[in-house]
C-alpha cells in the first residue's frame, strides 16, 4: 500500500502543477476584469476593523457599512481627482521639463568635462543622446499614465467593496456549513482573517505615514506636485526596497529641473532617511519579526505579479504573497511552504 502511494504520489504533484499553469494563465487573460475586484479585495480588508469598531458601539451592522462605504468613497474620490488633475498637468508641462532637463543637464556635462575631461567624456555623450530622446521624461508619463489607468474603475471598486463587506457577515455560518458544524475550521479560519487583516491594515497605516511624511518634504522644498509624489510613495512603498527607490526618482528628477543639483540631493537624502527610518526601525517594532519575507521571494513575487497583473500587481504583489504565506502557515500540510517563503523562521515549540 505504501509503495502505491509513493507511485501514485508524483502524479498529483504534476497535475497540481499543472492546475497552477491553468489558473496563472487565467488569471493573466482576465486581468483587465480581476484588477478592480482586486483592488476591492484590498480595501475591504482595510475597512474590516472599522466596521467592526463600528458594530462593538452598538450601530447596526448594514448601517456601519454604509458609513465606512461613504468614508471610504469620499476619500477614494477627493484623492482620485487630485491625483489625477496633476498627473494631468504633469503631462502637460512635460515638454517644457524636459527643455528645462536638458538645459540643466547641459550645465553639469560642462562641468563634468571641465573637471573630469578624461573619466567623463563617454557618460556626457550618453546623458546627451539619452535627453536628446526625451527618455527620462518619456518614461515618467508612462508610469503617470499607468497609475491613472488604475483609476478607471473607481464606481466599480466601491460597489465591489460594499458587497463583500456585506457578504462577509454571513461567511462564517456558510464556513460551518461547509465543514459540517466544524468549530475547529472556524477558529482558523477566524485567526487567518485576523492575521491578514492585522497585516493589511499595519501596512497601509505605515505606507500612509510615508507617503505623508514624502509630501511634506516635497512641499517644504517648494517642488512640484507633493500629493502626486506623496502619493506614489504610499503606493509604492507596499513594494520592499524596490519601491522606495522608484517613488523617489521621479521627484529627484524634478527638484533637478526646478531647483538644481542641491535641491534634488537634499530631496533624495529626506527619501533615504524617511524609508529608513520607517522601514527599518518603525516597521520592524510595529509588524513584528514573524511575517517577513526573504528577500528572494519578494522579488521573484515582485516580478510574478507584476507579469501576471501588470502594474497593480506589482504594488500588491508584497501584500499578496504574504497572504498567501499567512494562509499556509494555517494548514499543517503547508506550512513547509510558508516556512520557506519566510526570511528567518523560528523553530516550532517542542523542537531542539
Known sequence: MDSQTRRVEPFYWLLGSA?????VAGMRAAQSLMVPFLIAAFIAIICTPAVQWLA??????????????????????????ITTA??????????????????SDGRLITW??????IQSSSFSTYIAESLSTGVVIRHIKTVLTGLTGAFSNVFLVLLTVLFMLLEAAGFPRKLLALSNGNPRTLEKAEKIREAIVQYISLKTALSLLTGVLVGLWVMVLKIDFPILWGLMA??????????????????VILAFVQHGLSTALVAAAGYVVINIVIG???EPRVMGKGLGLSTLVVFVSLVCWGW???????????PLTMIVKIVMEGFDET?????????????RSGTP
Open 19 to 23: 492546475a497552477l499553469v491553468v489558473v
Open 56 to 81: 462593538r458601539k452598538g450601530v447596526p451592522a448594514w448601517l456601519a457599512i454604509l458609513l465606512v462605504i461613504f468614508g471610504v468613497s469620499l476619500v477614494v474620490l477627493v484623492v482620485v481627482a
Open 86 to 103: 496633476s498627473i494631468n498637468e504633469f503631462i502637460q508641462n512635460s515638454d517644457k521639463y524636459h527643455v528645462e532637463l536638458k538645459a
Open 112 to 117: 563634468l568635462e571641465k573637471e573630469y575631461p
Open 234 to 251: 504610499f503606493l509604492l512603498n507596499y513594494i520592499p526596497n524596490v519601491g522606495s527607490i522608484l517613488a523617489a526618482i521621479p521627484a
Open 280 to 282: 527599518n526601525v518603525v
Open 308 to 318: 501576471v497583473l501588470g502594474l497593480v500587481g506589482m504594488l500588491l504583489s508584497v
Open 335 to 347: 506550512r513547509w511552504l510558508a516556512v520557506l517563503l519566510g526570511s528567518n523562521p523560528e523553530p
